[in-house]
């Protein structure tokens, strides 16, 4: 009975944040500079429609629940609303309440839930932009350093060793791609990604991480049909996000993944 009150309180904490990484989501790339402030970018406090400008109301405000209600059309102007508003949402609940039955209440749910979420703001954003923002990779490269010093996922030194090694290897890669080619293949972004991601699971798991991050890149290369396209610039953050935030798991479950 207990257990389900933390799942649902897990769930519903996971549905909040996750609207708050909506806001990260669209503003960041801006805020930092990355990209250009579009007319539509909301800047002040308040929530405000991209089409219309009109504040959006507090009772259109609940995750998932006033996209359904709404039918996914802002209720001042009628123009559709991003269904990646709730999809964001869904994923954050999904995985706060997967960590909530993995690691019970504990500080290891709060922060494997951290590392979700800002994996879960860098996949989006990657997708949106291309960019995998150092806002968030740095911070999340000395959070994992951070809180593996008391050995929370991984051995400490494995989660320095994961960080050098990923960091080095992605950009042994980027590099030699880069003076073969001619172009870009990985960009700087994925090194630093990586790097987070190994401060977090450890040096061991990150063969893996890559390995299943590939895979899951070709997947979706090949159900978009753009396998032929090789000039179009395809994110490899999202998949790293989703293999990294798999490794950490893994882990808890006790599987080993090598
Ligand atoms: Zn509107």
């Known amino acids: ?33 990355l990209v250009d402030a579009s007319p ?23 995750p ?7 039918k996914a059309r802002c209720r001042n102007c009628g123009a559709r609303i991003s269904a990646r508003y709730p999809v964001i ?6 995985a706060f309440a997967f960590n909530a039955a993995l690691y019970g209440p504990s500080v290891e749910w709060a ?7 800002v994996l879960i703001a860098l996949a989006a954003i990657d997708i949106e932009t291309t960019y995998l923002p150092d806002a968030l990779t740095l911070p999340l490269l000395i959070g994992g350093i951070a809180v593996n010093t008391v050995d929370l996922f991984a051995p400490w030194p494995e989660a320095l060793l994961g960080a050098a090694l990923g960091y080095a290897a992605f950009e042994a890669i980027r590099r030699g791609y880069f003076v073969l080619r001619g172009r870009e ?3 700087q972004g994925d090194s630093k990604l990586i790097a987070a991601i190994g401060s977090w699971v450890g040096a061991s798991a990150l063969p893996m991480v890559v390995f299943a991050a590939s895979i899951a890149t070709i997947i979706v290369i090949a159900a978009r049909g753009r396998l032929s396209e090789t000039s179009a610039e395809i994110p490899f953050g999202p998949g790293l996000c989703a293999a990294g935030a798999a490794a950490l798991w893994l882990s808890a479950l006790s599987v080993s993944v090598l």
């Open 1 to 33: 009975m207990v257990d389900w009150v933390f799942y649902v309180t897990s769930a519903v904490l996971g549905l909040v944040i996750g609207s708050y990484l909506n806001v990260v989501i669209v503003r960041g790339p801006a805020n930092w500079g």
């Open 40 to 62: 539509q970018t909301p800047s002040g406090p308040r929530s405000v429609c991209p089409a219309c400008g009109a504040r959006i109301a507090p009772q259109d405000l609940i």
């Open 64 to 70: 998932i629940v006033s996209f359904l209600a709404l």
């Open 89 to 94: 949402e869904a994923l954050c609940a999904a």
């Open 111 to 117: 922060l494997a839930s951290v590392f979700a979420s």
């Open 185 to 187: 293949g990985l960009g």
